[in-house]
């Protein structure tokens, strides 16, 4: 039941996002007839293949999810998903896609993130490669540090091997709880830190932190309504980072981290 409620709350997200494309439509900023294409890149395309993006076990490096790019014109939005699918279509067919799909759901976002690039309403909506993953690790670290009182727990919401580590460093793990999806890592220690499971175990997680920071995945798998909600029950405030979450987080009005990101 409450999956459900989640569902239907993001549902209704995506819709108001389609909307407000119906509208830019009307204001003569966007045709139906336009071209929008999408495709999952390769793990070099997406995170490069330098030591820094071996580094880790990466989802994406490990074939567990892939980075879908959408192209609008000269624009390129992204979305991470664990259901790839090339697509081309116009506008009008974007409009259209099934968002309650978890494939066509995840075009949906990565073109979302494509046209309000374009439209300048977004910016940074295209993943950081290499070095710039380390880089963007120790300045969420950093920032976290900044923010958090010197006792101050934080909860990342989604596995980000490079976050729980550069965070775990900087604070101490004892302060970091982390949270996921995958039953592959849930129950496993990265950087002495527990993956908790993030469907049975966020709320007891979020209750104990005071500052968290979400994936922008959470918007292709129509989780983030059921994430904002634990969060606000407990006021406890977050941020979403990630590509995936360049607009959504805009429309929803939540702070997003993505420094590194094109």
Request: charge should be negative; include cysteine.
């Amino acid at each position: 039941m409450k999956h459900l409620k989640g569902m239907r709350r993001m549902d209704k997200f995506y819709k108001e996002c389609k909307k407000w494309v119906e509208e830019k439509i009307g204001e003569n900023l966007i045709s139906r007839d336009e071209k929008i294409t999408a495709r999952p890149l390769f793990p070099g395309e997406a995170i490069g293949e330098g030591e820094a993006a071996r580094r880790h076990d990466y989802p994406l490096r490990k074939g567990k999810e892939y980075l879908l790019e959408a192209r609008f014109r000269q624009s390129r939005g992204q979305a991470f998903t664990d259901e790839p699918k090339s697509w081309q279509g116009t506008v009008e067919s974007f409009l259209g896609l099934d968002t309650g799909e978890n494939e066509e759901r995840a075009i949906f976002v990565a073109a979302f993130n494509a046209i309000t690039g374009d439209l300048g309403v977004v910016t940074n909506t295209v993943h950081c490669r290499n070095e710039s993953m380390e880089e963007c690790a120790q300045k969420m670290a950093r920032h976290l540090s900044e923010r958090l009182d010197e006792d101050g727990k934080i909860i990342i919401v989604g596995y980000q091997p490079a976050f729980i580590e550069a965070v775990s460093k900087m604070l101490g793990g004892e302060r970091v709880r982390v949270v996921d999806l995958d039953k592959e890592n849930i129950g496993r220690i990265v950087h002495g830190i527990t993956i908790a499971d993030g469907e049975t175990d966020i709320e007891t997680m979020v209750k104990d932190v005071s500052f968290g920071v979400v994936t922008g995945s959470s918007f292709v798998n129509a989780t983030y309504s059921e994430v904002e909600r634990t969060f606000q029950k407990f006021n406890v405030p977050f941020l979403v980072f990630g590509t995936s979450g360049a607009a959504p987080a805009v429309f929803r009005g939540v702070e997003r981290w993505c420094p590194e990101s094109k």
